[in-house]
Nanobody, 119 residues
């Protein structure tokens, strides 16, 4: 089993920045790809970004050029650097981890951290 704990969310003005962290523990040897999802009230869950164990990345078009996903394998921590934040980025952000290269259905989920962007 893998446990994921997010942190770093908060309230920020439009144009500002936040850095989300996701600390992984447990059977971390089983993790291949990790990523971030977000879900706003009344909206469906959206895949934001993923990163493989080999640092291959994916970004949703809505965040490309503004967000950067990275991982520190020594610290077993996933990061999401969010710059130029917009009100539409407001959502609960969830860390996720999968056992395989594909990321269709992640095997592990964090509890979420709230990001609120004011205009």
């Amino acid at each position: 089993q893998v446990q994921l704990v997010e942190s770093g969310g908060g309230l920020v003005q439009a144009g500002g920045s936040l850095r989300l962290s996701c600390a992984a523990s447990g059977s971390i040897f089983s993790i291949d790809r990790m990523g971030w999802y977000r879900q706003a009230p009344g909206k469906e869950r959206e895949l934001v970004a993923t990163i493989s164990s080999g640092d291959s990345t994916y970004y949703a078009n809505s965040v490309k050029g503004r967000f950067t996903i990275s991982r520190d394998n020594v610290k077993n921590t996933l990061y999401l650097q969010m710059n130029s934040l917009k009100p539409e980025d407001t959502a609960m952000y969830y860390c996720a981890a999968g056992r395989r290269r594909v990321f269709t259905n992640p095997d592990y989920w964090g509890q979420g951290t709230q990001v609120t962007v004011s205009s």
